[in-house]
């Protein structure tokens, strides 16, 4: 989504990733050059407020998710050491400027998010309908 980040600025809305509990993740994913700041969320409190639930067991066996885990894997990507957070389900929020939730996609599988131009579809649709000041 970097290579996207004069769009969102555009839109008059920051990205940032957040992230669960492991402050280590935040470090390795700012040491690898990842374009947004990482924001810890240990308590689960974005989470919350969006609704946003676990993986099921079923969940993470899905094709779908050991795909999304191989394409990270060749990217470079490592899991690290297991944290908590290994059954959340993954997913992408939109906040207006008083950081209230205005559009939510929780991940059903490994690695489920959403396109970057479906995100940028969803701030822009935002955006003209006003729900972003």
Same mark, same amino acid.
């Given at each position: 989504?970097?290579?996207?980040? &004069?769009?969102? #600025? $555009?839109?008059?809305?920051?990205?940032?990733?957040?992230?669960?509990? &492991?402050?280590? @993740?935040?470090?390795?994913?700012?040491?690898?050059?990842?374009?947004?700041?990482?924001?810890? #969320?240990? #308590?689960?409190?974005?989470?919350?407020? %969006?609704?946003?639930?676990?993986?099921? /067991? !079923?969940?993470? !066996? /899905?094709? $779908?998710?050991? *795909?999304?885990?191989?394409?990270?894997? *060749?990217?470079?990507?490592? @899991?690290?050491?297991?944290?908590?957070?290994?059954?959340?389900?993954?997913?992408? %929020? %939109? !906040?207006?400027?008083?950081?209230?939730?205005?559009?939510?996609?929780?991940?059903?599988?490994?690695?489920?998010?959403?396109?970057?131009? $479906?995100?940028?579809?969803?701030? *822009?649709?935002?955006? $003209?309908?006003?729900?972003?000041?």
């Amino acid at each position: 989504m970097g290579e996207h980040a &004069a769009e969102f #600025d $555009e839109a008059g809305v920051a990205v940032v990733s957040v992230g669960g509990s &492991a402050e280590y @993740q935040a470090r390795d994913l700012a040491g690898r050059g990842h374009p947004f700041p990482v924001l810890l #969320d240990p #308590d689960q409190i974005l989470r919350s407020a %969006v609704g946003f639930g676990d993986l099921s /067991k !079923l969940d993470m !066996l /899905k094709p $779908e998710g050991a *795909r999304n885990y191989w394409r990270s894997f *060749r990217r470079g990507a490592r @899991q690290g050491r297991p944290t908590r957070d290994r059954e959340r389900s993954p997913g992408i %929020v %939109v !906040l207006d400027s008083r950081q209230r939730p205005v559009w939510a996609r929780e991940g059903r599988a490994l690695g489920d998010y959403p396109a970057v131009g $479906e995100v940028l579809a969803e701030v *822009r649709r935002l955006t $003209e309908r006003g729900d972003l000041r």
